[in-house]
């Protein structure tokens, strides 16, 4: 996934169709897969999925993988972008990566650990109800959505292109304000350069309350099927490490319930598995 706060999900699919990597080695696990530290692929500057201090969800999620197998994780760090995928599982080393878009064909996926959807994001009290794209009160307004994500598409069928603030998806000058290309649409809004965002909801939630200014936070459930606005999200391994997969399913089945408490954490919006309806809030 990518800088842009891993707006996301599809973008990491994006990213995997479009990195031009070469078809990861084909290793079982005994070959390729270091069994004494989890070797994990991670992007050092993209919260709150992850971060070199190792305080973004994903990085936690890892700590609670590597908690199941009594090893200490260990990270190699590389901005996701184009070849992400080449120059970590493709080169061997790393192991794993901990966010990828289920159905992405560069790596082999383990069982979907949640599911969430692109969100609309306003500040609290001006689109008060608003919970699709179709609602007439977003005819006209500048709305921030990052180039090539999947919301552009429905976006175009509602004529809302024309006053969208389209974000480049990479973010290559060294200079940048802000640490990903979501935290720069967050803060656009915050500073009423926008009147809307569209973006990933695993990035939203957390941006938007760190923002330091009141958002409402609208998980966009009632749009059609197509373009698709909800993604499952599992762990990448290299094409046929099937026993490693397995592994990882097991501890993802084992430790659900902590996994999702870190998820809940962060405000990452949790789809049911089937249907467009949020997970019931957690029991106390």
């Known amino acids: 996934m990518m800088r842009s706060g891993h707006f996301a999900a599809p973008l990491a699919a994006l990213l995997l169709m479009s990195a031009g990597a070469r078809p990861a080695l084909a290793q079982s696990l005994p070959d390729l897969v270091t069994t004494d530290v989890l070797r994990v692929c991670g992007d050092p500057g993209n919260m709150p999925f992850s971060e070199r201090k190792e305080d973004g969800f994903e990085n936690k999620i890892a ?7 009594k090893v200490k994780v260990r990270y190699y760090w590389l901005t996701q972008g184009p070849g992400f995928v080449r120059n970590t599982l493709g080169t061997g080393l790393c192991d794993v990566i901990i966010g990828s878009a289920a159905g992405g064909e560069l790596v082999q996926h383990t069982n979907p650990y949640y599911r969430s959807a692109y969100t609309l994001i306003t500040r609290k009290g001006e689109f008060d109800g608003v919970k699709r794209l179709d609602d007439p009160r977003l005819k006209g307004k500048v709305i921030g959505v990052i180039g090539g994500t999947p ?4 976006m175009g069928d509602l004529g809302l292109v024309s006053t969208m603030k389209a974000y480049a998806p990479y ?6 304000k802000h640490q990903t290309i979501a935290a720069e649409a967050i803060a656009d809004l915050a500073e009423k350069k926008t009147d809307a965002a569209i973006l990933w909801g695993p990035a939203a939630g957390w941006l938007a309350k760190q923002s330091g200014v009141a958002m409402q936070v609208v998980p966009l459930l009632e ?27 097991a501890i993802l089945r084992k430790r659900r319930a902590d996994i999702e408490a870190v998820l809940r954490e962060y405000d990452v919006p949790l789809l049911e598995e089937e249907g467009n309806t949020l997970l019931p809030a957690a029991k106390p």
């Not at 973010?171 to 940048?176: G, I, K, S, V």
């Open 171 to 176: 973010q290559l000058d060294p200079a940048r």
């Open 63 to 69: 700590a609670i993988v590597a908690d199941e197998l």
């Open 151 to 154: 919301p552009v598409n429905r």
């Open 223 to 249: 749009e059609p099927d197509r373009p698709p606005l909800t993604f499952r999200i599992a762990m990448g391994v290299r094409m046929e490490e099937n026993d490693w997969k397995r592994s990882l399913n």
